[in-house]
């Protein structure tokens, strides 16, 4: 166990950020989101919550796959280059690390999606635990431990000092790397500090959600049930949700025109959207109530069923706090809940 001063951590940024890329917490337009650090940048590790998920470092809300050029009849087809350089993220919190964990499962099974794979191979994760958890907040229903994130490297920011736990091979790096402005300590505040973030965790109005009914292979009941006739008549479709989820993962593939050669990118796409998943014939889910019931049945049902009882949502809160219909992952499972444990 190690830990650093706060006014000493712009020497710890830059001292990373000397050999690798690095990305934490920074504020712009007055909100915060994980981007790449500068000298100049307003970091705020004290954020909870950034708007959306850090996931953007290893499934980019827009990448190019491959540039194909065209010079009289010659065509030629330019692959976009995979991630060579080791990078950081710094801040991390516990919820957002299995968020990364759920997308392991998904792109890293058989085809492995090469692109994603690279970005985990160079990327090194530092997560910060939560010092003061929010009402919004529910991770523990899914078995997550906000006090003790398990990453690379697990920090914890405590009396204006932060201190650092490496934990696997790329932590131990890291760790050697920034060693000079490290002091060693023991466990006695970190410990403390556990103690008292699970208190409050204990106290959230969401912390013991029952996931009762969810996650089973025999799920017709809950796919046929009325509940969702009456529960997705809110929903505006507007996508937010998936926006700001650190678990979605779906995207669409589409060709730009540069006019110096067409690009075929892939950027996320929203299960919610009315053209999601459109093929020549139609739609397969071609109402509102059977888009809106697939987000969650997926969420709670299939995936679990298929990753061996890992369910795809971490208990963020971000749909919780970002909806603007205040319709929300808690509400389903809440509706389920008031119908008497109804499948």
Known sequence: MYKIAAENLQALFHKIAADQDLYLPVKVSDQVNF???????EVCLDTLKTVKSPKDAFFPQSENLYTCKKEEKNISIEPQALQ???????????????????????????????????RREHGTIVALACHEPEESCFCKVFGIDCADPAADVATWMIEGELYWKPLTEKGEALTKAVAELLTDTDETKVEAEKTAIRAIVEKLPYSNLSLEGWGQEDYMDRFNSPVWEELYKPCLACGTCTFVC?????????????????????????????????????????????RFRQRFMHKLVYYPVNNNGMFSCVGCGRCVEKCPSSLNIVKVIKAFENQGGEK
């Open 35 to 41: 981007k790449a650090w500068s000298e100049d940048a």
């Open 84 to 118: 060579e350089k080791d990078f950081v993220v710094f801040g991390m919190k516990a919820c957002d690390v299995q968020g990364v964990k759920v997308l392991d499962n998904v792109f890293l099974s058989d085809p492995v999606d090469t692109f994603y794979a690279a």
């Open 246 to 290: 650190p678990t979605c993962q779906c995207y669409d593939i589409k060709d730009y025109n540069t006019g110096h050669g067409v690009q075929r990118y892939r950027c996320w796409d929203s299960c919610m959207y009315s053209d999601f998943t459109m093929m020549a014939h139609g739609n397969n889910r071609n109402s509102q109530m059977q």
